[in-house]
């Protein structure tokens, strides 16, 4: 079956440019997560979705980030005036559970670089 | 807030022998604990997880997990490492509030020949 699904895999940017990261959840997934992974680091919790509630926007680092989920479906995470800080493996999960128990399912990642 | 420790950022084992990575919690509630391993150029999966009820947890690929709430430790270990064990590992706990998951910074577990 498909897994979660994030593109594109690299992108390389330059700095002060705005960057769009999509992540497609697997179907039927009521909650999805936003992670950032520096080089070397663990991850960074961004920002969490729960179906209709509102998001847990607590981990944004600053108000360059954003993310939106349509439904239970697509999300997307913008950055917008990239800075070199931003460069890093960013992250998206979906969990079938609504409860904090549920196991998380990973995409691959999108690679950001920021020159 | 809640936080998560792993101490070694690398650890190195030989084939055969005893697999141990320390992960260590802070949580002023009943914690919800997670496993989770990356290996080389794959995605996170979930190794094993503790939420309630028997403390010493099984995952997949012959590994489990104690969780000690005296220590406030959720220690992983390993009978005998294989080669294929080498990865990345990271320790995880939710948030008390609701969903949001604290990881730890990973150790990456090396195994020798």
């Known amino acids: 079956g498909a897994g979660v699904s994030q593109s594109p895999s690299n992108k390389v940017t330059e700095k002060g440019k705005d960057v769009e990261l999509r992540c497609d959840p697997i179907?039927?997934?009521?909650?999805l997560y936003w992670y950032r992974q520096r080089l070397g680091q663990g991850l960074e919790f961004l920002i969490y979705?729960?179906?209709?509630?509102?998001?847990?926007k607590s981990g944004l680092p600053s108000d360059r980030f954003s993310a939106e989920r349509t439904g239970e479906s697509v999300s997307t995470l913008t950055i917008q005036r990239t800075q070199q800080e931003d460069s890093a493996v960013y992250l998206c999960a979906s969990s079938r559970s609504s409860g904090r128990g549920g196991e998380q399912f990973f995409g691959p990642g999108t690679r950001l670089t920021v020159l | 807030a809640q936080s998560v420790t792993q101490l070694g950022s690398h650890v190195s084992v030989s084939e055969g022998a005893l697999v141990l990575l320390r992960c260590n919690y802070s949580?002023?509630?009943?914690?919800?604990l997670f496993w989770y391993v990356q290996y080389p150029n794959q995605g996170l999966q979930l190794l094993l997880k503790?939420?309630?009820?028997?403390?010493l947890v099984k995952g997949i690929n012959g590994f489990e997990a104690e969780f000690k709430k005296s220590e406030t430790s959720f220690h992983l270990t390993k009978p005998s490492a294989h080669m294929s064990d080498a990865a990345e590992y990271f320790c995880a706990v939710t948030d008390t509030g609701g969903f949001k998951t604290i990881f730890g910074a990973g150790t990456r577990l090396f195994v020798k020949a």
């Open positions: 179907s039927g997934h009521t909650a």
């Open positions: 949580s002023s509630v009943p914690p919800y």
């Open positions: 503790y939420t309630t009820g028997a403390t």
């Open positions: 979705f729960q179906g209709n509630s509102a998001p847990d």
